[in-house]
């Protein structure tokens, strides 16, 4: 009974696919013309691309950019005018630059609000052929499956039992390397971080339901707070963790990152090796089966968790040996400039 349900489902999945109810995707972009030229190629080999609505957001000109800088984003804004070989491609260009937080939930809450649900790229990230036929079933498969708040495209290189059955998984991390959501859970979210019991009083229980992604996420949110990071991943993930909900992922990731050589405002090359060994989808049908009901395994959770743990802090005296270096330095270039 409970195959011929999922296979029930899966049908009407399919169905709806043919009927054209797909997502819109979504294309972030600013000033790197030749990612963005790899990310929409590999955006056209998708199945469902000529079926598909593309929006594609490029962001203004920062301000006192050199003319050199001026010409890169323009550039990829008369690029992003020329793109064809989807359903319909719509180009909306900033004048100003909105930085890519700002731009990301601006574009996303405009275009779901009209669709109900989006996937969404970066102008870095390479998708799979299958990459456009997983989310849109995923989206439909799980729309009142509201434990979901998110699905991602992407899929560390972490250890997966043996014995754990499915092809997809759910995780208490959001993925931002190509990502899909409903219009309930996005406009759901609270972006103003003045609001977060993390930060207004130090919430030990706020902070720890946000690490339940990882460690590294309450130190970015903290740079958020003090404008050292622009970030709208950290938010999306403390409005996932906070609401107890959780991200459905595929065990092979469907998605490569490509920026990770420096060109990127957010991203550098010193993250490269974290995608460098990712197994990637390579089989040659599509072959992922959804499940209904699928609930957290603890284990591949913990191994996530663990993945993206913070080093350990250095002894007391090896941390006052940099601070004291770090002062020193300081004096130094001081003493040279008189």
Known sequence: ??????LRIFVLINCN???????????????????????????????????????IFCD??????????ISQVHSVQEYADSVKEFGKVIVEKAKVNKGLANSVIYGVTKVIKEYGKAIIVEDDILTHPYFLRFMNQALDFYTEEKNIFTIGAFTENIKIPDDYAYDVFVVPRVESWGW???????????????????????DRADIMRLCKGGDDFWPMLQNQALGKVDSWAVRWQYNMSRAGKLCLRPSYTLVRNIGLDGTGVHCDASESGMASSIPYYNKDKYDITLVKDIQENIIISNN???YFACPPRPPFLERKRRQWRHIIKKISAIIQKH
């Not at 009974?1 to 999922?6: F, R, T, V």
């Not at 203004?60 to 800088?69: A, D, F, L, R, V």
């Not at 859970?185 to 009083?201: E, F, G, H, M, V």
């Open 304 to 306: 996530l968790r663990e």
């Open 180 to 202: 899909a959501t409903w219009a309930d859970r996005w406009l759901s979210a609270q972006w103003d971080i003045s609001t977060y019991p993390a930060l207004r009083n130090k």
């Open 1 to 6: 009974m409970y195959y011929i349900e999922n």
């Open 17 to 55: 696919i043919m009927k054209g109810n797909l997502s819109p995707v979504i294309v972030f972009a600013y000033n790197r013309l030749e990612h963005l030229c790899q990310t929409i190629a590999a955006l056209q080999k998708n199945e469902l691309a000529m079926e598909s609505t593309v929006y």
């Open 60 to 69: 203004g000109p920062k301000e006192n950019s050199t003319p050199e800088q």
